[in-house]
């Protein structure tokens, strides 16, 4: 894909964000369930998808048959399930436990207990057992970092998930400098491997990677084409969907960096 392309949403606020993005990724469930038997959808760490889970279990637990949802996760710490910064343990605690979802439906990085290239492997060989061949997950949720990292693809761990792309990896153990931690992380080709990908991003501390990222500098003109130091800008820009275009999702604080007019 060389074009830059992307459906982009503000909404008002970080509630309105999740009620939107909790309500555009049910009418994609729905829409999924109708002619397959399970909606296997990615789910991201962090803070940002927070509140959309929350909602989702709040308000749309008679949505759609959660019973027939499979739950992955983009990446995950290299920490225990029960650990404070477990990207499971806050899924969990938020949405899958309050949705009372089977364990036999929850795939998570098995991070905690063994090495991070041990829990990378494993949750390899746990997806080309699920899957015959590349996953075609229907639904892939991410949040963006400061730096423009996505999942755990951060800027200056390149060398090592690039490397484990370049491999034919899926799943890739990486040493992150800057946070002196490891990370286990769904590779590019994975990621962009979801039917539809969905970024979200709110608050003011995302306006400056939001209006880099979608500034003028992007925005209708190729950006693996006409100017490749741009293509290793931002691990986001690897970013794509195997159909249509990513669905950013952002808040007016996230957004407020860009020259978007006011909706008429
Ligand atoms: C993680 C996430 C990561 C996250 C961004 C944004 O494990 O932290 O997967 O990619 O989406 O860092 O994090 P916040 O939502 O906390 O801003």
Redesign the pocket.
Same mark, same amino acid.
């Given at each position: 894909m060389n074009r830059f392309e992307f459906d982009l949403l503000v909404a008002n606020g970080p509630s309105d964000e999740a009620e939107l993005a909790a309500s555009l990724l049910i009418a994609f469930a729905r829409g999924v369930l109708l002619r397959k038997e399970h909606f296997d959808l990615v789910l991201?760490?962090? =803070?940002?998808?927070i509140p959309l889970y929350s909602r989702l279990a709040a308000q749309h637990k008679r949505a759609i048959e959660w019973n027939r949802v499979r739950f992955f996760w983009?990446?995950?710490?290299d920490v225990p399930p029960d650990h404070l910064d477990s990207?499971f343990r806050s899924a969990n605690k938020t949405l899958l436990r309050p949705l009372g979802i089977r364990s036999e439906n929850v795939f998570r990085i098995p991070a905690g207990g063994k090495s991070a290239v041990e829990a990378a492997a494993e949750y390899e060989a746990t997806l080309k057992n699920l899957f015959s061949g590349i996953p075609d997950f229907d639904y892939v949720l *991410?949040?963006?970092?400061?730096d423009g990292?996505?999942? =755990?693809l951060f800027p200056d761990a390149r060398e090592s998930w690039e490397s484990a792309e370049r491999e034919g990896r899926w799943v890739a153990a990486s040493w992150v400098p800057h946070l002196a931690a490891q990370?286990i992380t769904l590779l590019p080709s994975l990621l962009n491997h979801g039917l539809k990908v969905c970024i *979200?991003?709110s608050?003011t501390?995302?306006s400056n990677i939001i209006r880099e990222f979608f500034g003028r500098e992007f925005l209708g003109r190729e950006v693996f084409g006409s100017d490749p130091a741009a293509e290793h800008r931002y691990p986001a820009q690897l970013i794509h969907s195997r159909y249509g275009k990513p669905l950013w999702l952002l808040d007016r604080e996230a957004a407020s960096g860009l020259e978007i007019s006011q909706a008429a």
């Open positions: 991201t760490g962090g =803070s940002t998808p983009g990446d995950e710490r990207n *991410l949040g963006i970092g400061e990292h996505i999942a =755990s990370r *979200l991003a608050g501390r995302k």
